[in-house]
């Protein structure tokens, strides 16, 4: 599986992005897919979730402003992220898990920076 990451960029706070994740490979293997992000000087996080079967889940600091999404058709996921405020800078990375004989395994795309000025 690989995943490709795109749409970051610079916005002003209260402004919003789209990020989108493209998987190509063994994308029928794909299971649970999420955005995390590392800011600078800290750890990397969970940001929001989707399962195969649509279910979604988000990080209490951006629930009710982003939203993840997958178009099983384009074989995309994405996240809307809107009201941005500064702390949300970061680079974004976006995740994906197979499972093969009960045994998972872990994906990870290159990352794109977003970046909301105050």
């Known amino acids: 599986v690989q995943l490709q990451a795109s749409g970051g960029g610079l916005v002003q706070a209260g402004g919003s992005l789209r990020l989108s994740c493209a998987a190509s490979?063994?994308?029928?293997?794909?299971?649970?897919m999420g955005w995390y992000r590392q800011a600078p000087g800290k750890q990397r996080e969970w940001v929001a979730g989707t399962t195969r079967g649509g279910s979604t889940a988000y990080a209490d600091l951006v629930k009710g402003r982003f939203a993840v999404s997958r178009d099983g058709a384009k074989n995309t996921m994405y996240l809307q992220m809107n009201s941005l405020k500064p702390e949300d800078t970061a680079v974004y990375y976006c995740h994906a898990v197979t499972i093969k004989g009960y045994q998972p395994y872990n994906y990870w795309g290159q990352g794109t920076q977003v970046t909301v000025s105050s």
């Open positions: 490979g063994s994308i029928f293997s794909i299971n649970d």
